[in-house]
């Protein structure tokens, strides 16, 4: 059994209740001490940068999937952030080569889809290559993937063993779109691989792929479905937006307390509006903060605005669901239609923090930073947004 990701510990010790593996890795961000157990190995892997700890599980993972071959097969338990917590370089790429070329990407605001065709194509364990040793696997994923395809395995974890239809040509060009400049040794190695001098992750044909077995578990729904029951249950009449929250959180938030305000026109009751997804973030600035709270502080003038056109309070929350926004202590933020008034008070202007990037120092000067901590799961992010 080989388990990755936030959402490692919990799912493996799920699984653990009714089938006991042979022999078996978790990797994923430790909060607790793990509990000791029999063949069983526990990795301190990073997120979002993989670290020590994300190579030396890769490597056991390779191991355990070629042990796997001639024994039961292997299951894999994935869920977000795998990709980090999971890694083997392709050959003659380092860790730090692959580390700083996903984090110009990032940087450069490249979503989900385009970070991980490239790590696939700089990895010996992503784009299927996992399933190609062990020949026989089931996969059971938490998707944190929202688009373009909805929960698509190939991105989950960087798809350890599923089909990609990427190419390493797609790679260089998602590097050269977002106009990063990587290490020399990875543009070398794309560039190889484009002209078919490496090989090519897995495609649907692939026969080490004939015995793959792969279930989405949970995804931003799950999510949405407990908020709706918990709104439900304190009286509010609940709208959840359909499409999954994308693009640049500042412009996502504006579109979101927009779509609101609309939803909200006429109605008498208490409301909650639900979306969930995951949105980016371009760098302009040199400040701190994470997906959510900059989606949090661009709402903060709609929300005012929205307020006063009503004639009723709201109160609106964007929270990643692992617990974690950016490199922060903070899952994201709070705010209410009174936090204009309230920053203005202290001097505080919305939108000079927003063009640095800097929501983190902007919530926390209020106390309106949302800390719950690692939450041992992660299906995006989810916003919530009360009326009345």
């Not at 796997?68 to 003659?92: D, E, F, N, Q, R």
């Not at 605001?109 to 010996?124: Q, T």
């Amino acid at each position: 059994m080989v388990a990755a990701g936030k959402a490692a510990g919990p799912m493996f010790r799920s699984v653990a209740e009714v089938l006991a593996p042979v022999s078996a890795l978790v990797a994923t961000t430790l909060t607790e001490p793990p509990p000791p157990s029999p063949g069983v190995e526990w990795f301190e892997a990073g997120h979002p940068a993989p670290n020590a700890g994300s190579l030396a599980a890769g490597e056991k993972a390779l191991a355990l999937a070629s042990e796997s071959a001639s024994a039961g097969g292997l299951l894999l338990l994935l869920s977000g952030g795998a990709s980090a917590m999971l890694t083997a370089p392709a050959a003659g790429i380092t860790l730090a080569e692959k580390t700083e070329t996903a984090a110009r990407l990032m940087e450069a605001g490249a979503p989900i889809h385009e970070l991980n065709c490239v790590r696939k194509h700089l990895s010996r364990i992503k784009g299927g290559r996992l399933a190609r040793l062990a020949r026989r696997t089931v996969t059971l994923a938490l998707s944190d993937v929202h688009g373009p395809v909805p929960d698509d395995p190939s991105v989950i974890g960087s798809g350890p063993t599923v089909p990609d239809d990427t190419t390493f040509a797609d790679a260089l060009q998602v590097v050269r779109s977002r106009r990063v400049t990587p290490p020399a040794s990875v543009i070398h190695y794309l560039e190889r691989g484009a002209r078919g001098h490496a090989d090519e992750t897995l495609k649907q044909e692939d026969p080490g792929l004939s015995e793959s077995v792969y279930v989405v578990v949970g995804n931003r729904h799950s999510a949405l479905r407990g908020a709706r029951q918990a709104a439900e249950g304190r009286g509010y009449a609940v709208v959840e937006v359909d499409a999954a929250t994308t693009g640049e959180a500042r412009d996502a938030a504006v579109e979101f307390v927009e779509g609101a305000k609309r939803m909200a026109a006429g109605v008498h009751v208490p409301l909650c509006v639900l979306a969930s997804g995951e949105t980016t973030v371009t760098v302009r600035g040199n400040g701190r903060g994470g997906r959510n709270q900059e989606f949090a502080l661009a709402a903060v003038p709609g929300v005012a605005s929205m307020a006063l056109m009503l004639e009723r309070g709201a109160c609106l929350a964007s929270a990643g669901t692992d617990g974690i926004d950016g490199p922060t202590d903070a899952a994201g933020a709070l705010l209410d239609s009174l936090t204009l008034q309230r920053a203005g008070a202290r001097g505080l202007g919305p939108d000079a923090f927003l063009a640095r990037n800097d929501a983190y120092n902007f919530f926390d000067a209020l106390g309106d930073l949302i800390r719950w901590g690692p939450t041992g799961t992660n299906v995006g992010d989810l916003h919530v947004l009360l009326i009345g």
